[in-house]
């Protein structure tokens, strides 16, 4: 029985060294032959309880276009910030996904960056701090408030919905949601900093997205030009009648915008409201005051119509707890169409104009909310 135990256990040591030469090997060929690692996933977290790197400047060329995340000392996308709140300044942050995080666009074109300018611009004496993170729901979303924005006691607290939120839930339990924690999935920092960081890893997970994502890395678009205004300018984006079939296609795929409301959204839509009003209660006993604000979707834009059942469904249920909104619809559709304000058809974000009419109108709602204190002169 020993020598058994001592064989497998010999065995497979051995099985480990060879393995770690092999992989030592070929990462050594790749370097030797390739220009590996180009540094693509830079922004891909250390560990599972991160934001962004702090102080980075990381060029991201993983999607259609590309463009520039620059990172302050906290790990947040923007400007450097206090931990302790400035005298005589409203700190707002804005929580959300990849539209408040600001995918495809630079720094100063993010909607938190906008938001602040806006205010500024208009007499209030405000902070915008983004605290978003691509791929959340209101799961990671609550966790980052409670873990990274909670010490920044902020004033406002802006949560943004998108179309894929109720999607991107599942079908977890408030229980669950509320108890998101990622501290447990720190084991894989090691195979993912492997995955994200070696020559190996960067070139078979490249491979991978090229074949298996359409927009992956534009496809042969031009990244050259990452500073260039022209990367928005898509062939065929501003033809909305002809994109409106597969936008709608793609919000159908989400059981977002369909003719009846469908009772599996509607279900997972009652758990997400227990989860916002939990959220609430947790930020009104720390003196927040927490936003919700609905960012439109690209058929509400450019549809005939704003209605869907999931809009009509969450938007009265919000305001019913209390909790203040901000339809964002209204904004979009009454914007400039001779300007895109979304990068379809190759990408459903916001362009730089986009993110605009986001941040005006999440600035008109907490004017008109009287979160802020009133000034003589209004929001531009």
Not at 251 to 273: E, G, M, T
Request: aromatic share 10%; hydrophobic share 40%; charged share 20%.
């Amino acid at each position: 029985m020993v020598k058994t135990l001592r064989f497998v256990l010999f065995y497979c040591t051995y099985c480990v060294v060879v393995c770690a030469a092999g992989l030592v090997l070929v990462e050594g060929a790749v370097r030797l032959c390739t220009d590996r690692p180009l540094g693509l996933f830079d922004a891909t977290p250390l560990n599972h309880t991160s934001l962004y790197h702090p102080n980075s400047r990381i060029p991201m060329e993983l999607m259609s276009v590309p463009y520039l995340v620059e990172t302050n000392s906290l790990g947040f996308r923007g400007p450097e910030i206090t931990k302790e709140k400035p005298p005589g300044i409203t700190r707002i942050v804005s929580l959300g996904d990849s539209i408040t995080d600001g995918f495809l666009v630079d720094n100063p074109d993010t909607y938190p960056v906008l938001l602040e300018g806006q205010l500024r611009a208009s007499g209030y004496t405000v902070e915008v701090v983004n605290a978003a993170r691509g791929g959340s729901s209101i799961d990671r979303e609550y966790w980052i408030l409670r873990h990274y924005v909670a010490d920044l006691k902020p004033d406002v607290v802006v949560l943004t919905y998108v179309a894929n939120d109720i999607y991107e839930m599942r079908n977890k339990s408030v229980e669950e949601l509320i108890g998101y924690d990622p501290e447990p999935l720190a084991f894989l920092n090691y195979g993912a900093l492997w995955a994200a960081r070696s020559a190996t890893g960067e070139w078979l997970l490249d491979s991978y997205f090229t074949a298996r994502f359409p927009g992956y890395r534009g496809h042969g678009l031009d990244h050259e030009t990452v500073a260039d205004a022209s990367r928005y300018v898509v062939p065929g984006g501003m033809d909305y009648g002809a994109l409106l079939p597969g936008a709608l296609g793609n919000l159908q795929s989400l059981k977002h915008h369909l003719p009846q409301p469908d009772p599996v959204v509607l279900a997972r839509a009652d758990v997400y409201l227990n989860v916002l009003e939990d959220m609430d209660a947790w930020c009104t006993a720390r003196n927040i005051q927490l936003v919700w604000a609905w960012s439109a979707t690209f058929v509400q834009i450019y549809g005939d119509t704003p209605s869907e059942p999931i809009y009509e469904y969450l938007l009265p249920r919000v305001a019913a707890a209390g909790i203040p909104v901000v339809d964002c619809t209204p904004y979009f559709r009454d914007a400039d169409r001779g300007t895109p304000l979304t990068l379809a058809p190759v990408d459903y974000h916001f362009t730089p104009a986009g993110n605009g009419v986001l941040a005006r109108a999440i600035a008109h709602g907490l004017v008109d909310h009287g979160i802020l204190k009133a000034v003589n002169r209004e929001v531009e």
